[in-house]
């Protein structure tokens, strides 16, 4: 014999004593699970991070210590090349060479730095905006500004006339 499951009625009535949440308090729920299910991302987001940083400062200290490494190796080579040209000149000789090819290498290094540097840009846009603060930073009661303030449109600082009126 075949039993019947019980089926709730079609109707928008309820269960004797049971209760539906209102909307209020169905969003309210619906915001704080939001909420904690972002904190949980977060927390999650802190804790890769951390353990990435932690192993990239590991990798930049390797790199740090082979640089010092290949200092010292550099210290050896020259000093090399020195004892290598003594064999066919004198010893003060050989090393007076390597003393000005470093210098020679020194300033070549020296003026490659200087020519990048001089390409560096200055922020021009922020300067732009730095010379509206002063209009920007005027006290105006709130509701009653009666200057138009700068605007940022496609990465580019639309100025107005600070002094002209509001209309």
């Given at each position: 014999m075949a039993q019947s499951v019980p089926t709730p009625p079609l109707t928008g009535s309820t269960a004797a004593g049971a209760t539906e949440p209102s909307v209020g308090t169905?969003?309210?729920?619906?915001?704080?699970?939001?909420?904690?299910?972002?904190?949980?991302?977060?927390?999650?987001?802190?804790?890769?991070?951390?353990?990435?940083?932690?192993?990239?400062?590991?990798?930049?200290?390797?790199?740090?210590?082979?640089?010092?490494?290949?200092?010292?190796?550099?210290?050896?080579?020259?000093?090399?090349?020195?004892?290598?040209?003594?064999?066919?000149?004198?010893?003060?000789?050989?090393?007076?060479?390597?003393?000005?090819?470093?210098v020679l290498l020194a300033a070549v290094v020296g003026f490659v730095g200087w020519r990048l540097v001089k390409k560096i840009k200055k922020p021009e846009r922020t300067i732009e905006t730095l010379q509206d603060l002063p209009d920007v930073m005027r006290r105006e009661a709130p509701g009653q500004r009666t200057h138009d303030l700068p605007t940022v449109r496609d990465g580019q600082v639309v100025r107005q006339d600070a002094h002209a009126r509001l209309r």
């Open positions: 169905l969003a309210k729920s619906a915001m704080t699970d939001v909420s904690t299910l972002v904190r949980s991302e977060i927390e999650l987001a802190k804790a890769e991070i951390g353990a990435s940083v932690k192993r990239g400062g590991a990798g930049a200290g390797a790199f740090a210590a082979a640089g010092a490494m290949l200092a010292f190796a550099g210290f050896f080579f020259f000093f090399f090349l020195a004892e290598l040209l003594a064999v066919w000149l004198p010893r003060w000789a050989a090393f007076l060479i390597v003393f000005a090819l470093l």
